[in-house]
């Protein structure tokens, strides 16, 4: 993380991102890349996703390239993805792919993902657009997730946002 563009910016993104996806009740599904080389998921975001939460390790760039990722994909039958993480010209562009690819609905936050160059996430990004693929912002998903500010969640998520 430390040699990501905008990594403190990304963090905060990914932080307010767990805590919205937690207090709306939708399901988080976590991956590492390579954790013996490249280092598990930051104790800050492994303390907000709590002690149940699974992490899937994968050497393959997509997480759909993981098995256990594919089964868990069947179960949870949702069919909108909403994708955060490093690297996007990596692993979040290629698991956006193969989502679209196997027909769901995908979602890039680009406030909560990044490159190590910003010329790789802005390419990235372009790309995603360019395949069908949503660009969107933290606060203009977790918003259109509540849709009414009479929703029950309203006031948390809006407050998180703050």
Same mark, same amino acid.
């Given at each position: 993380?430390?040699?990501?563009?905008?990594?403190?910016?990304?963090?905060?993104?990914?932080?307010?991102?767990?805590?919205?996806?937690?207090? #709306?009740?939708?399901? !988080?599904?976590? %991956?590492?890349?390579?954790?013996?080389?490249?280092?598990?998921?930051?104790?800050? #975001?492994? =303390? #907000?996703?709590?002690?149940?939460q =699974?992490?899937l390790?994968?050497t393959?760039?997509?997480?759909?390239?993981?098995?256990?990722?594919?089964?868990?994909?069947?179960?949870?039958?949702?069919?909108?993805?909403?994708? !955060?993480?490093?690297?996007?010209?990596?692993?979040?562009?290629?698991?956006?792919?193969?989502?679209?690819?196997?027909?769901?609905?995908?979602?890039?936050?680009?406030?909560?993902?990044?490159?190590?160059?910003?010329?790789?996430?802005s %390419? =990235?990004?372009?790309?995603?657009?360019?395949?069908?693929?949503s660009?969107?912002? %933290?606060?203009?998903?977790?918003?259109?997730?509540?849709?009414?500010?009479?929703?029950?969640?309203?006031? =948390? !998520?809006?407050?998180? #946002?703050?």
């Amino acid at each position: 993380m430390p040699h990501i563009e905008r990594s403190a910016d990304i963090l905060t993104a990914i932080q307010k991102t767990i805590k919205g996806f937690k207090i #709306l009740g939708l399901p !988080i599904l976590v %991956t590492e890349q390579y954790p013996d080389g490249l280092g598990t998921t930051l104790p800050a #975001l492994k =303390s #907000l996703l709590g002690d149940h939460q =699974s992490y899937l390790t994968k050497t393959t760039f997509s997480c759909l390239g993981n098995n256990e990722f594919q089964r868990l994909i069947q179960e949870t039958k949702c069919d909108q993805w909403v994708i !955060i993480g490093v690297e996007a010209h990596i692993c979040v562009l290629q698991t956006a792919k193969d989502l679209l690819r196997n027909g769901m609905d995908v979602v890039v936050l680009n406030d909560a993902t990044s490159s190590r160059s910003i010329y790789d996430f802005s %390419t =990235s990004i372009a790309q995603m657009r360019d395949l069908g693929i949503s660009i969107a912002s %933290t606060e203009s998903v977790l918003f259109e997730l509540v849709a009414d500010a009479k929703a029950p969640e309203f006031k =948390s !998520i809006s407050l998180l #946002l703050k």
